[in-house]
């Protein structure tokens, strides 16, 4: 699993369980912020990385803000390029 994949999951982990805590349908959402559904549900799988303006869409229709989704956990820190892991704790998908 990527660096990419990793953070792509947390996002879209949190997006689904914020939308199912509103009782939202991934129809609704995508309806309300004017995309496709399946859009949305490669998004919260982690296979979609969604630009800026498309978290912050999604953001303001779950009620919540851009850093609620990608606030950094155990392991991880924002900076000013953005959201990083060690690269010590990345699975890289190889075999030791």
Do not use: F, N, Y
Request: net charge negative; with cysteine; hydrophobic share 40%.
């Amino acid at each position: 699993m990527s660096c990419v994949t990793r953070i792509g999951e947390l996002v879209g982990d949190r997006i689904r369980e914020r939308r199912k805590g509103l009782d939202i349908t991934q129809a609704e959402l995508a309806r309300r912020i004017g995309i496709p559904r399946p859009i949305v549900s490669r998004i919260e799988c982690g296979k979609h990385t969604p630009r800026l303006e498309t978290l912050d869409a999604v953001a303001d229709a779950l009620s919540t803000t851009i850093m609620d989704l990608v606030a950094p956990v155990d392991g991880m820190r924002l900076g000013a390029e953005g959201l990083h892991v060690p690269l010590d704790e990345i699975d890289w998908g190889e075999e030791e």
